[in-house]
């Protein structure tokens, strides 16, 4: 069964072909000016065009193929002007595949000071240097044209957890009709696309609401957004299933900042096609490895003999030349060197991951693989010397 949805004015735009379905998951292929990507998918963050800790050349031996980049900390540090100048961010940082950009809604929540949002936009200082910044649908997405972003996100409220069922009717309201500004003044580029996002907290009848506004304006791609937010992962996948059944089918499906190796694959089993989450890099930075066996903390002193690699069924640059032992020692001793080989270990975990969950829903043993899969990772660490 092959499911085609033209996005755009002609098939060799920017084009999303469901390949395989399998129950609820979907293996398939996004086309976009700049390469193919596979799906599901998952996109290592690099906020400031950089993935934390790693060189282009890393993410590119990882078989990452697409990355995040981030409108709120582009437009402060260095700003749009300075990028575009530059030949846009895929050429600022050197990557050559497809970049999603995020609209800088959810930063302005968490990160903006002393913020200010009214129906034309946010007003908020910086947190770099206290200048005063506003921005509003229009400007978001042009600065996302500037950036030469592949996949454009609509500016958004992020919805704050927890908020009152008016609240957050109040907050998906006000992001529908900066959604519809958003598409208004996109610009349709060959190859290229722009994203719905869609609010409503936890509640089902406010996230159909706003799946069923985004669609009647028939964006390209939709995006969930505000989750992951502190709402727990039963109340996220809740929201899942009754928020995945109202979006087209043939359209690529997005849940943002998700997650754990645990969340992309009950996200992933209700038929999420996307997914990105700074989780790998920050816990690498921070001394945590994921592995088939569950996560590593290398700081642990029963590391400071250990020969082995973090985990025997990988095959990264790190696990096939560093032991434990040496990883626990760059981490005691405060050198960089660990902060990147762990960094890079778990970008590569997640590709591979999803590489094999791709793999599971084209040989339709998918549910069978993911009780394998997370049984062994909740087993723990326990593998002795």
């Known amino acids: ?36 990507i596979d799906t599901p998918v998952f996109m290592p963050v690099g906020t400031a065009a950089t993935v934390k800790a790693l060189k282009v050349e890393d993410i590119k031996a990882s078989n990452s193929q697409i990355i995040l ?22 050429k600022f940082m050197n990557w050559p595949g497809p970049i999603l950009t995020d609209s800088g809604g959810f930063q302005v929540m968490s990160l903006g000071k002393l913020r200010s949002i009214n129906e034309e936009g946010v007003t908020f200082k910086s947190q770099l240097d206290g200048s005063i ?22 500016f958004d409220e992020c919805t704050t957890w927890p908020s009152t069922f008016e609240d957050a009717k109040t907050s998906m309201e006000l992001s529908m009709r900066w959604a519809q500004r958003s598409l208004d003044s996109y610009v349709e580029r060959k190859g ?31 995006a969930i957004g505000g989750l992951a937010v502190g709402e727990g992962r039963d109340l996220m996948f809740k929201t899942l299933d009754s928020t995945v059944p109202t979006i087209d089918q043939s359209k690529p499906r997005y849940l943002m900042g998700v997650g754990k ?11 999420i096609d996307m997914f990105d989450c700074v989780l790998p890099t920050r816990s690498g930075r921070n001394g945590q490895a994921f ?24 095959h990264c640059n790190t696990c096939n030349n560093y032991s434990r032992g040496y990883l626990h020692h760059l981490f005691k001793a405060n050198e960089i060197l660990g902060l990147i080989l762990l960094s890079d270990h778990n970008i590569n975990f997640y590709q591979s991951m999803m590489k094999q969950i791709r793999d599971a829903i084209k040989n ?9 899969f997370l049984t062994k990772r909740s087993s723990g660490d326990i593998e002795e010397l």
């Open 364 to 372: 339709e043993n998918f549910e069978t693989f993911s009780d394998s």
């Open 192 to 222: 290229h696309a722009i994203f719905g996002i869609i609010q409503g907290s936890t509640y089902p009848e406010l996230r159909q609401t706003s799946s069923k506004l985004l669609q009647d304006l028939n964006f390209p791609g939709y």
């Open 1 to 36: 069964m092959e499911i085609v949805a033209s996005l755009g004015k002609a098939m060799n735009k920017f084009n999303f072909k469901i390949i395989k379905p399998h129950n609820q998951s979907r293996l398939g292929k996004l086309s976009t000016a700049h390469g193919e």
């Open 291 to 314: 592995t088939s066996r569950g996560e590593v903390n290398i700081k642990n002193a029963r590391h400071t003999k250990d020969p082995r690699p973090l985990d025997i069924n990988c």
């Open 261 to 271: 190796p645990e969340d992309i694959f009950g996200a992933v089993k209700r038929g």
């Open 133 to 154: 910044f506003n921005l509003t649908p229009e400007k978001s997405v042009k600065i996302q044209c500037l950036l030469g972003s592949t996949i454009t996100m609509c």
């Open 69 to 90: 980049a981030n409108t709120y900390h582009l437009m402060l540090r260095p700003g749009e002007e300075v990028i575009n100048l530059l030949g846009g961010v895929r």
